[in-house]
């Protein structure tokens, strides 16, 4: 089975770029351009994992996160970020993220966190 990703960043080029990316990998992948918009869609569609930047102008990564463990517990969040420290990587998993990338991150790195991350969830409700 193809995990639901859902791809939220801000820059239009990169989020449009990833997303071909990740599709000619064969995901399903939505993208959009906020946490606001991502939010809306959770109450809509059921995801699997969803890849979430940091900094977005209208709501942050770690703003979003926590609403979206609210609303859809169960969906795995991955979050990039060009700008790594250990506070906000310690905060992120506090939060209930799967894990974190450092942007720029190679599509192969990606593809293999949406994997496990999928799997944790399938696991997971498999119990």
Same mark, same amino acid.
């Given at each position: ?8 960043? !801000? ?5 449009? @770029? ?14 959009? /351009? &906020? /946490? ?11 995801? !699997? ?7 977005? =102008?209208?709501?942050?990564? +770690? $703003?979003?996160? @926590?609403? +979206? ?5 169960? #969906?795995?969040?991955? +979050?990039?970020?060009?700008?790594? &420290?250990? !506070? $906000? ?16 991150? =190679? #599509? ?7 994997? &496990? $991350?999928?799997?944790?969830? +399938?696991?997971?409700? $498999?119990?």
């Amino acid at each position: 089975m193809t995990p639901k990703v859902m791809l939220v960043d !801000d820059e239009e080029r990169f989020r449009t @770029t990833l997303g071909k990316m990740l599709r000619a990998q064969g995901l399903e992948v939505t993208a959009l /351009g &906020s /946490g606001r918009e991502a939010l809306e869609e959770l109450k809509n569609a059921a995801y !699997d994992v969803l890849v979430l930047d940091v900094r977005m =102008p209208d709501m942050d990564g +770690i $703003a979003t996160l @926590t609403q +979206i463990k609210k609303i859809a517990p169960q #969906v795995e969040v991955i +979050i990039l970020t060009g700008h790594a &420290s250990m !506070d $906000a990587a310690m905060e992120i998993m506090r939060l209930g993220g799967y894990d974190y990338l450092l942007k720029p991150c =190679p #599509v192969e790195d990606l593809l293999a966190k949406i994997e &496990s $991350a999928y799997e944790r969830k +399938i696991t997971r409700e $498999a119990k």
